[in-house]
């Protein structure tokens, strides 16, 4: 049975930096394409970043220069650094996991799902 499992959110001012975590476990470490996706209050979820199993990395445009996303395949772990945060950053963060994407930004791409935790930046 696959499980995510989001760890790192909180409150931080703007400015602020957080890095989440995603501890995965149910499959072979290295074999699934990761992503992130947050759902700001009363809005629709979003792609944020992605990475692939050869570890290239896809963005979207809100985040680019200030988020970062890695993998750890000896720890089966899913990383997001989230830098320069600004109140529109506020929202709720999934890790999701699929072994086939082809939309990386895509949430239906993806079968496997966290539970997710809060960001909430204030200015």
């Known amino acids: 049975q696959v499980q995510l499992v989001e760890s790192g959110g909180g409150s931080v001012q703007a400015g602020g930096s957080l890095r989440l975590s995603c501890a995965a476990s149910?499959?072979?470490?290295?074999?699934?394409?990761m992503a992130w996706f947050r759902q700001p209050p009363w809005q629709e979820r979003e792609g944020v970043a992605a990475i692939g199993i050869d570890g290239r990395s896809t963005y979207a445009d809100s985040v680019k220069g200030r988020f970062s996303i890695s993998r750890d395949n000896t720890k089966n772990t899913l990383y997001l650094e989230m830098n320069s945060l600004e109140p529109e950053d506020t929202a709720r963060y999934y890790c999701?996991?699929?072994?086939?994407?082809?939309?990386?930004?895509?949430?239906?791409?993806?079968?496997?799902w966290g539970q997710g935790t809060q960001v909430t930046v204030s200015s």
């Open positions: 999701a996991a699929d072994p086939y994407v082809g939309r990386p930004l895509f949430g239906s791409d993806y079968s496997y």
């Open positions: 149910g499959y072979r470490s290295g074999t699934n394409y």
